[in-house]
């Protein structure tokens, strides 16, 4: 779903021929279509890696910081730098994610 919102997103921009916001729009589409893609195909493929106790939390995480991140750096495109926390934060919660994916490819691909 990241990904068709993404490209409906990427349309409309191009329709209007309106682009400031192409970074959110690019963020969006790379850490929630193409990164929750790969995790999915992983957690696919590797069945230990899925039933992972931190599986769930890394989806989450991806998930959550997947929606804050793009809207924080948009929010602060169109409001201004005041409101550089929000992409700040979204940033480390998908960095948070990835680690803990990391974290579960490094346990589960010896398995």
């Not at 997103?9 to 400031?20: A, P």
């Not at 929750?36 to 890696?49: C, E, I």
């Not at 480390?92 to 990835?98: G, K, N, P, R």
């Amino acid at each position: 779903m990241f990904l068709i919102v993404g490209m409906v997103w990427g349309i409309e921009m191009g329709v209007r021929q309106e682009f400031s916001l192409a970074p959110a729009h690019a963020h969006f589409n790379l850490i929630g279509g193409v990164l929750l893609f790969v995790f999915g195909l992983y957690y696919r493929m590797v069945p230990a890696a899925r039933d992972h106790a931190l599986a769930k939390w890394q989806g989450l995480l991806q998930f959550i910081g997947a929606i804050l991140f793009p809207v924080g750096v948009a929010v602060v495109i169109k409001k201004g730098e005041s409101f550089i926390v929000l992409p700040i934060i979204g940033s480390l919660i998908v960095l948070t994610a990835v680690a803990l994916f990391a974290l579960i490819v490094f346990r589960t691909s010896r398995v």
